[in-house]
Every structure is written in structure tokens, then in C-alpha cells.
């Protein structure tokens, strides 16, 4: 079976909202503004909605492009397709479908593990890469980063099949509450809403858990290993890490193992892991930084 979502779009003055066939999935992209082009993929347990705050920060001279990835908002949720390589496949069918110049790619969570395999196995789609709340490709663990693993205790909980899908949707929704105020409660009540309408549907919180068992656990274990080590990254690329993750910071992510063109970590001060709710200034001023260097 293959769904969308029957809850209800949230607003956002001056969006608008087309479907893409993508392969086998049809998928939801939001889209806002004129300009230079920026494709924004979210993270977990978000959808285009995500960008809403950042929106007005680039609409002026930037056409963004927010699409929700396989299984989450408003796009299909398949029984199949949640992994790395299909999800990517996901992606540059969207770039080939959206046409015109390469985009800036933003990304935040689980699909910074979509934009390090663009950055470097397909440099010639992407004008430059914004990696959210991301460590750098060649991170390893480190005793800081391991001592706080408690805090994401939901990670193997929602990639168990069923019981992950059953937390995701039923009752209070308490795994998905926490997961959006496990370092601050950045999120209005409305907002939370927006977020947690989508995974009370059976299929779409099975998609959830499938995306949290086919991609995320294996792209950390995979990160982990030095799955980019030796490997150039050439792209323009900056990276904003959030002042109150307790997890990434600029002193736990350890040495490059590999090199870089143009690589910068900064982090934006007075936020929690959902920075461009708490601080799309950050977030539009380093993507405003990669247009700059490309104009």
C-alpha cells in the first residue's frame, strides 16, 4: 500500500505546493520565492514545514524548494525505498525534475547523510552544501559524543519493526514529543501539531521506523567505520552546528580524515537541534554566503 496523509497542510503565506512523480513515489515539494535556486531537505521527525521560519529570511532572492522526503509529510510513504540509496535516487530525480541551475542543498539530520553522498559522488548537482546540526564526514565517536547517547534512546526504539511504528502513532505520541523537546521546547503548541498530525497514520509511522532502520542507524554506523575517509570534498560547504546540542560541537568532532576545498563549522549560539526553527538567521546567512560565492 502507498499513501500520502490526509492531515492537514499547514500555511505559509507566499508557498505554494505542487506534486513531482519521482520514480515510483510521488512527491510533495513546497516551494516559495525567486531567485537563485536552494533545494531544503528536512530531518526527523519533520516535513517541508520545517523551513517555515527560514522562508522569509530568503524569499527575496532565492527560489526555495522543500520537498518532504519518501515517507514523511505530505510525499507517498511506500512499503519499500527507505534507504540511503533509494532515498538519494529520490533526490536527483527531483534535481533532474526541477531543471535550471544547481541549487544550494540544505540539510538537516538524517538528510545530511543525502547531502554528504551528493557532495561527493555527484559535486556537478549542487552548487554548495549547508549541513545542519551534522558532524563532518570523516567524524568518529568520541568519549564526549558516547557519554551522551542516553539522550537518543528513541533511535533504536523507532527502527524495531512495529513497536517503532506503534510508539510513533499511538497514545500521546510521547517517543515524537520528546524527539521534537528532548533539548528545548523551541516549538508552539500549533507548530508541535503540524509535526505530529503526519505519524499518527499507520503507514506513515511505519515509514518512520523504516526510515529509522534502513538509513539513519546505518548511516551513523557507516560514518562511524570512515565511509568517507580519503575522500576530497570540493563543494563549498558550511556547517552550523546548534549552541545547546549537548552531542555535536566543534570540540567533539575530532580530526578531518580526509580533505576539503572550502570547509567552515560555525555554530549559531541559542539554539537546540531544530536550528532553523530557533535561528533561520543562521541558517540564511551561510546560505547566503554559498550564493555569494557563486554570483
Do not use: C
Not at 563543494?235 to 567533539?252: F, H, K, Q, S, Y
Amino acid at each position: 500500500m502507498t499513501t500520502t496523509t490526509t492531515a492537514p497542510m499547514p500555511e505559509l503565506a507566499g508557498a505554494t505546493h505542487r506534486r513531482i512523480r519521482v520514480g515510483d513515489l510521488s512527491m510533495h515539494v513546497a516551494e516559495a520565492g525567486r531567485g537563485r535556486p536552494v533545494l531544503l531537505l528536512h530531518g526527523s521527525p519533520q516535513h517541508w514545514f520545517e523551513w517555515r521560519r527560514v522562508v522569509p529570511e530568503l524569499a527575496g532572492d532565492h527560489r526555495l524548494h522543500m520537498p518532504d522526503l519518501r515517507g514523511a509529510g505530505w510525499s507517498e510513504s511506500p512499503r519499500h525505498g527507505f534507504d540511503v540509496d533509494s532515498q538519494l535516487h529520490d533526490v536527483l530525480g527531483l534535481l533532474d525534475a526541477l531543471g535550471g541551475e544547481p541549487p544550494v542543498l540544505v540539510t538537516h539530520d538524517y538528510s545530511a547523510f543525502l547531502g554528504w553522498r551528493i557532495a561527493f559522488d555527484h559535486p556537478d548537482r549542487i552548487a554548495g552544501l549547508v549541513a545542519l546540526g551534522s558532524p563532518h564526514p570523516w567524524t568518529r565517536p568520541t568519549g564526549a559524543m558516547l557519554t551522551q547517547l542516553w539522550r537518543v534512546w528513541f533511535q533504536p526504539v523507532l527502527a524495531t519493526p512495529g513497536v517503532g511504528a506503534w510508539s510513533a502513532r499511538t497514545g500521546k505520541q510521547r517517543i515524537v514529543r520528546y524527539m521534537l523537546d528532548w533539548q528545548r521546547e523551541t516549538f508552539d503548541e500549533a507548530e508541535r501539531e503540524a509535526f505530529l498530525a503526519v505519524w499518527r497514520e499507520p503507514e506513515k509511522a511505519r515509514g518512520l521506523s523504516a526510515i529509522y532502520r534502513r538509513l539513519i542507524l546505518p548511516g551513523m554506523a557507516a560514518m562511524s567505520r570512515g565511509a568517507w575517509d580519503g575522500r576530497h570534498l570540493a563543494l563549498p560547504t558550511r556547517i552550523v552546528l546548534a549552541g545547546e546540542d549537548p552531542v555535536l560541537t566543534e570540540a567533539t568532532l575530532g580530526p578531518w580524515r580526509g580533505t576539503a576545498a572550502d570547509l567552515r563549522i560555525s555554530t549559531a549560539r541559542g539554539s537546540g537541534h531544530y536550528i532553523a526553527n530557533d535561528r533561520p538567521d543562521a541558517v540564511a546567512d551561510a546560505v547566503k554566503e554559498l550564493t555569494g560565492l557563486i554570483d
